[in-house]
């Protein structure tokens, strides 16, 4: 099994979004800083936590999806890693359950987590593409 989160070491543990944690776990090296929405915070999880109460309950996915998107963006290597993992394929092949219970984020919930981070990897492949045809 292939868990994403803080927990995963390498790829997996730069791809959740509190990699400030996993970089303290010693399961990655870097820090992954997300400029987003004109501020820059200290990973995705913290611009997500930071955000969410602006927003309304049914806008926090979409909130979640642009901000993946932007660390994506903003880190290439990250993209990188994915399509030579198998992209789409490989991450929908992933978990998301760093603690045992149930939400909406993780696996044994709604799995929103791996969606959201599927759609923004779409997203990235597909500004990609588009700027290679111009």
Not at 40 to 47: L, P
Not at 49 to 56: D, E, S
Not at 77 to 83: D, G, P, Y
Not at 88 to 93: D, E, L
Request: net charge positive; charged share 25%; proline share 4%.
């Amino acid at each position: 099994m292939r868990e994403i989160s803080s927990n995963a070491r390498g790829l997996r543990g730069a791809l959740t979004n509190p990699t400030e944690l996993a970089r303290r776990k010693g399961n990655i090296r870097k820090s992954y800083p997300v400029k987003f929405a004109g501020r820059r915070y200290k990973d995705a999880e913290t611009a997500y936590k930071t955000l969410k109460p602006a927003y309304k309950n049914a806008e926090h996915y979409a909130l979640m999806v642009e901000i993946m998107t932007a660390k994506l963006e903003q880190y290439p290597a990250l993209v990188k890693a994915l399509t030579r993992k198998g992209g789409s394929a490989w991450i929908m092949s992933c978990t998301h359950q760093p603690k045992p219970s149930a939400d909406r984020w993780t696996t044994k919930g709604k799995n929103w987590f791996i969606k959201a981070l599927n759609e923004a990897y779409a997203i990235n492949m597909w500004r990609y593409w588009r700027n290679q045809s111009r």
